[in-house]
């Protein structure tokens, strides 16, 4: 899982900073569809999660998935 944390750009090694259980912000962090889940939310009821890719406030990219019910962060992939 640690490799989900990071992305290697010419060498240099950045940590994205999004972490599992924060609310999803989808402006700030500058938020694009990705994809669809069909798994359970780990903090409510919902059995749909929706992919986004997103940059955080450093400039990293990653994905995430989110719950769009509770809107928390429940994966990175």
């Known amino acids: 899982m640690e490799n989900a944390d ?3 750009d010419g060498g240099t090694t950045h940590v994205f ?3 599992v259980g ?3 912000r989808p402006y700030s ?3 694009s ?3 669809d889940f069909r798994s359970e939310c780990l903090y409510c009821d ?3 999660l929706k992919g986004y890719i ?3 406030e ?3 990219v990653g994905r995430i998935a989110t719950c769009p019910d509770c809107e928390r962060v429940n994966a990175k992939y």
């Open 46 to 48: 919902s059995e749909v």
């Open 22 to 24: 924060q609310t999803f």
């Open 58 to 60: 450093f400039g990293n």
């Open 54 to 56: 997103v940059e955080d």
């Open 33 to 35: 569809a990705d994809m």
């Open 6 to 8: 990071r992305l290697i």
């Open 17 to 19: 900073s999004i972490h």
């Open 29 to 31: 962090w500058k938020a």
